[in-house]
């Protein structure tokens, strides 16, 4: 998790509010990735981010907005949150490594989000 | 549909053993495939990348194979220890690294 800081760690919202996570990152790494990890789903791709204001849709990006206006956050945004969307949210960043085009992705230590 | 499947949900074996985890691909021609680990309320971390021209590659106690023709990885961890408990994820990648598709893992129990 060095590195990568997510906040909140846990919330819990009502049905139909407004929802913001953030990750931020200190490795100055260029892409940037939300993704969502539910019990039989494992981990799926909302939106990523390959450079600030260069954002890109996921697996499953419906009902979530992302922005990055500085390499070091990307946000993640649930403009009207559904029960749907309780899950725990992980953040990751990557760099592909000169020579060897690497992908290997890091970590944050994840949202636990509650929508009731 | 880009498919990925992780055989075995759960794998039990005890200390000192070698575990074996497949992770098969369908509907999609990776560049790479990854390997992680993921413990219980954390975040995965990366083990091991291998690239779609190396047939295997090794760290540690660690071995990753990666068949394009049967469009399989295999994971091996040899003499397997109580730490090694953990949930294992396979990972297929693209060229450009921006489609990274996630095996739902396998949860391996080394017993002592």
């Known amino acids: 998790d060095a590195g990568i800081t997510q906040s909140p760690r846990h919330k819990v919202t009502e049905t139909g509010t407004p929802v913001t996570l953030r990750c931020h990152q200190t490795e100055n790494h260029r892409y940037m990735y939300w993704y969502r990890q539910d019990p039989g789903h494992g981990l799926r791709l909302i939106h990523y981010s390959y450079g600030v204001k260069d954002t890109d849709k996921g697996e499953v990006s419906d009902g979530y907005s992302v922005s990055r206006s500085k390499t070091e956050d990307f946000l993640l945004t649930l403009e009207s949150a559904t029960s749907s969307q309780t899950s725990v949210y992980f953040c990751?960043?990557?760099?592909?490594?000169?020579?060897?085009?690497?992908?290997?992705?890091?970590f944050g230590p994840g949202t636990r989000l509650t929508v009731t | 549909s880009q498919k990925i499947e992780q055989n075995s949900e759960a794998l039990n074996i005890q200390e000192g053993k070698t575990a074996t985890l497949t992770c098969n691909y369908t509907?999609?021609?990776?560049?790479?495939l990854q390997w992680y680990r993921q413990d219980p309320g954390r975040g995965p971390v990366f083990l091991l990348l291998?690239?779609?021209?190396?047939k295997e590659k090794r760290k540690e106690r660690l071995k990753v194979t990666f068949d394009t023709t049967l469009k399989q990885s295999l994971f091996h961890i040899t003499a397997s220890q109580p730490a090694d408990s953990a949930t294992y994820l396979c990972?297929?990648?693209?060229?450009?690294?921006?489609?990274?598709?996630f095996g739902k893992g396998t949860t391996l129990s080394v017993s002592s």
């Open positions: 509907n999609y021609s990776p560049a790479y």
């Open positions: 990972a297929p990648t693209n060229q450009a690294g921006t489609a990274l598709i």
């Open positions: 990751a960043i990557s760099e592909a490594r000169a020579g060897t085009g690497g992908w290997e992705q890091y």
């Open positions: 291998i690239r779609e021209n190396e």
